[in-house]
């Protein structure tokens, strides 16, 4: 699993990209497939490191020229949009975004037994990623909600909306922020509650999925036939007054065609299996 969320410059850096390989066809200089030779192309860029502005490089471009997540949904970018908080996590993303985007960085995105084993960080059976108390030694460990949700924002944590990935200790991993900041997608259909666990040990599913795509509809909308995955990790938008989903067990449900601004992911890459 990545060590960081994707953030902002990655995906700044991933539709430039795309990007030039649309000029490159346009020109008659062949069309390159999205990760072939991306970081040589867009190495001149001026400004690229520090994320400069993309919604003007796709004004122009054909949304039918690629259908696949970001790429697709460009017919609806607003004049003026930037990704100028370039270590911050990307947010606005819905499934198939994130999905897209894994697929041309030749990644994958976590299912919630995947993303849940890499949170805690080998410590099992604590509250959180970090051990069993929330502020260890007065410190804070990932970037919460402080104060009573939603109308009093202390940000006594040093930030009032999303931080820069990193701005918080990694858990045993070495992975950051799994916790806090922004939620984060994975693959699995969302229900309520998992299957009954396994009565003997030799039965416990290894990397146990999630149900079907129409098992997770939200049974209280029974005519919007939308399915949603399971999102992990929480924001800095949970509060201990109001849904202290900032644990590595806590769960919710997102539609996939959604997006909001406390909801990103990351990646990961699956070992080749064995012969």
Known sequence: MDARIVRQSHIARAL?????????????????SPG???DPAISHIPGLASAPSVNGVFRNLDP??????????????????TWLVAEH???HVCFADAE??????????????????????????????????????????????????????????????TSPVGAFPPNGYGLHDMIGNVWEWTTD???????????KAC??????????????????QPDIKIPRKVIKGG??????????????AARFPEPIDTSTCHLGFRCIVRPAPQQ
């Open 16 to 32: 430039l990209a795309v990007a030039l390989s649309v000029c490159c066809a346009c020109s008659g200089a062949g069309e390159a």
């Open 36 to 38: 072939a030779g991306r």
């Open 64 to 81: 039918d020229y690629h259908r696949a997540g970001y790429v697709a949904r460009l017919r609806s970018l607003v004049l003026g949009a």
């Open 89 to 91: 996590p990307v947010v």
């Open 100 to 161: 897209a985007f894994a697929q041309w960085e030749g990644k994958t995105l976590p299912t919630e037994a995947e993303w849940e084993f890499a949170a805690r960080g080998g410590l099992d059976g604590m509250a959180y990623a970090w051990g069993a108390e929330f502020l260890p030694n007065d410190r804070y460990m990932a970037n919460t909600w402080q104060g009573e949700f939603p109308w009093e924002n202390r940000g006594s944590d040093g930030y009032e909306r």
């Open 189 to 199: 259909w969302y229900v309520p509650k998992h299957p009954r666990e396994a009565i």
């Open 203 to 220: 039965c416990v599913p290894h990397n146990p999925r999630g149900p079907k795509a129409d098992e997770s509809y939200d049974p209280c």
């Open 235 to 248: 924001s800095h938008l949970c509060a201990p007054n109001y849904c202290r989903r900032y644990r590595p």
